[in-house]
């Protein structure tokens, strides 16, 4: 009953530095998504996958890229690592519009 | 555009006292709305969620929430808490059709409960 993976759970990098986060979903979701969470702000969309094959924009995209794999995988990528980029970043999958199921998210802190 | 407001960012109880958790929302569609929960560490877990059926919604773990149009309101409550309800509440607006721009999450509320 894994639902969604998120790996790794934790992270430190240097300023400058690359990093990709992994998440897959089991659930046979068409939609995932990627948020960060930072104190006092809830969650803020990143990016998203309609489906597979397709990426959007959300509220905060700058200094991200995302590739969906497959219908199971959706990644993000910091290509250059900034200070703040320290956050803890939660994917999600869900069937179109209905409620998303979230991974137990995985941690960043850049030094 | 859609938008929430949770009324309070920290809430203490004690146990077996009520809970009350505020929530307001702005939707130019009629709004779906939902109710999720975080412990210490972990991912987001749905509570419960209006989708325009019974005004009224019943959760897991004893929570409900009443959806109120007049007053654009979708307050959780919970008759009796425990102390493993402690987490952070946060309450989600859906209004868009399409998917990934559709969910909008307020800020949070911190529930704490005492002995």
């Known amino acids: 009953n894994a639902g969604v993976t998120q790996t790794p759970k934790f992270q430190v990098l240097k300023t400058g530095q690359s990093m990709t986060l992994q998440c897959a979903q089991d659930?046979?979701?068409?939609?995932m998504y990627w948020y960060r969470q930072d104190p006092g702000m809830g969650l803020r969309l990143i990016y998203y996958s309609a489906s597979e094959g397709t990426t959007d924009k959300g509220e905060v995209p700058n200094g991200y890229n995302v590739s969906r794999l497959n219908k199971r995988e959706f990644s993000l990528r910091l290509e250059s690592a900034a200070p703040s980029q320290t956050s803890v970043y939660f994917c999600?999958?869900?069937?179109?519009?209905?409620?998303?199921?979230f991974g137990d998210g995985t941690r960043l802190s850049i030094l | 555009a859609q938008s929430v407001t949770q009324l309070d960012s920290h809430v203490s109880v004690s146990e077996g006292t009520p809970v009350l958790l505020r929530c307001n929302y702005s939707?130019?569609?009629?709004?779906?709305l939902f109710w999720y929960v975080q412990h210490p560490n972990k991912g987001l877990q749905l509570l419960l969620k209006?989708?325009?059926?019974?005004?009224l919604v019943k959760g897991i773990n004893g929570f409900e929430a009443e959806f109120k149009k007049s007053e654009t309101s979708f307050h959780l409550t919970k008759p009796s808490a425990h102390m493993s309800d402690a987490a952070e509440y946060f309450c989600?607006?859906?209004?868009?059709?399409?998917?990934?721009?559709?969910?909008?999450f307020g800020k949070g509320t911190t529930l704490s409960v005492s002995s």
């Open positions: 659930m046979n979701h068409n939609s």
């Open positions: 209006y989708t325009s059926a019974a005004t």
């Open positions: 989600v607006v859906s209004g868009a059709r399409q998917a990934g721009t559709a969910l909008i």
């Open positions: 939707s130019s569609y009629s709004p779906s």
């Open positions: 999600a999958s869900s069937f179109s519009n209905q409620p998303q199921h």
